[in-house]
């Protein structure tokens, strides 16, 4: 029998095992205290070297299980110290994390397509909105770690309803999960008249957020000319890639940009020349340019970010707010994606919401709220509590820096 065409409820999402990474301290690792905690292994990491260390989940000894259950043990929360270095708003992002690129080289005719984040930039905020993140940091830090992991197990089986999923059912090899689905009302069609509007891609934008997302799954191998319509059409700035093409022995994503330097390929009819390319602890960087018959050419930026572990979360917050910051001063598209483009995508993205309803909105905040809205556009967006607690994570770690004064610490 046919299968229907839309479904009430939305069965369980792809689960792949927890992968078994042990957080590194460095100099670079201004994010999670090291001191009795790790992400998905029972070794303990050295001590962090960072004088800027903040300790948000110190004495948090946390552990990735299997997806369904994605539990997070607390063994104990206690008090932590203040930031040391001291920081005004406006050098935030200047001071933190130096070795990633704040701005890549100017697309072509800046002037047209970029624009003015006044108001909506954290690292520039005005009385009102740091007050408002100081109510969003009390509010959360009432509620804990343990709290937000309840938070997010009371919401985690959440998905828009109707859950609508006809041309995902009827392009089962175009999927690289056939159980991580891609919903009717916010998926990308391909216009160009092709054969074939399917791809695996939905939008994610609308208020609070200021920039348009397109949250996508990690190319397969008969998408990846699919993958480059999508670009040329949806007229992308910038590709935030947060997955590698292999993990723990399996592949997640196809190699879809020219690999080495003045490489070119071709992509159905799209030309694609890798003009730039440099590596630092977090990223490797890519200049492209772009070339389509009848329609010129076009720089984009590709970054991927290199150490996000798959259903995990990274040991840095910081990575992931200068990514945002490209993303918010341009009036182009930014593509967000990992393997099923859920995950480490959402977690991603929801930062984002959150911080702009921090910065548009008055308290009280609801991250319950955020899942929702992230995942009303991508069906199972955030997949773990790990990830829904480094949402969190990201925005005191923002704060810490913005208050040097102030002990940015869960109780």
Not at 138 to 143: C, H, W
Not at 300 to 314: E, I, T
Request: with cysteine; glycine share 6%; hydrophobic share 40%.
């Amino acid at each position: 029998a046919d299968k229907p065409k839309s479904v009430m409820m939305a069965p369980t999402p792809h689960i792949a095992p927890a992968p078994v990474t042990t957080a590194r301290a460095g100099p670079d690792m201004v994010g999670l205290s090291t001191k009795n905690l790790t992400w998905s292994s029972r070794r303990r990491p050295p001590k962090a070297q960072s004088t800027r260390q903040v300790r948000l989940f110190a004495d948090a000894e946390v552990e990735l299980g299997h997806a369904d259950a994605a539990e997070v043990h607390i063994s104990s929360i206690s008090a932590v110290s203040p930031v040391t270095a001291t920081m005004s708003a406006e050098s935030v992002f200047n001071q933190a994390e130096q070795d990633i690129p704040m701005e890549p080289d100017a697309p072509v005719d800046p002037e047209k397509e970029s624009r003015s984040v006044a108001g909506r930039d954290p690292d520039i905020m005005n009385p009102d909105q740091l007050a408002n993140l100081k109510a969003y940091i009390a509010q959360y830090e009432k509620l804990g770690v343990r709290g937000l992991l309840d938070e997010f197990n009371s919401i985690k089986g959440y998905n828009l309803q109707p859950f609508d999923i006809t041309a995902h059912e009827a392009n089962p090899t175009k999927n690289r999960y056939q159980d991580i689905f891609c919903i009717e009302p916010t998926r990308i069609k391909l216009m160009d008249g092709k054969e074939g509007d399917y791809i695996h891609a939905n939008y994610v934008k609308g208020a609070p957020f200021l920039n348009n997302f397109i949250t996508t799954q990690g190319p397969l191998e008969p998408t990846v000319n699919d993958f480059w319509r999508l670009v040329v059409q949806e007229n992308v700035g910038y590709i935030f890639m947060l997955c590698s093409i292999v993990e723990l022995g399996k592949k997640k994503c196809e190699q879809y940009i020219p690999e080495t330097e003045g490489e070119v390929r071709f992509y159905g009819d799209v030309k694609v020349t890798l003009e730039k390319k440099d590596e630092d602890g977090h990223f490797i960087n890519s200049k492209l340019l772009m070339e389509v018959p009848g329609k010129g050419k076009k720089i984009l930026y590709h970054h991927f970010w290199k150490n996000w572990p798959d259903r995990g979360v990274p040991i840095t917050a910081m990575a992931g707010l200068r990514l945002l910051k490209n993303a918010r001063k341009t009036t182009l598209s930014t593509i967000v994606h990992c393997s099923a483009g859920v995950g480490r995508t959402g977690t991603l993205v929801a930062i984002e919401w959150l911080l702009q309803k921090i910065l548009t909105s008055c308290p009280p905040y609801d991250m319950k709220e955020m899942l929702r809205a992230v995942r009303n556009q991508r069906a199972h967006a955030i997949q773990t509590a790990p990830q829904y607690a480094y949402i969190a994570f990201a925005i005191f770690r923002l704060w810490a820096l913005l208050e040097p004064t102030q002990q940015a610490c869960f109780h």
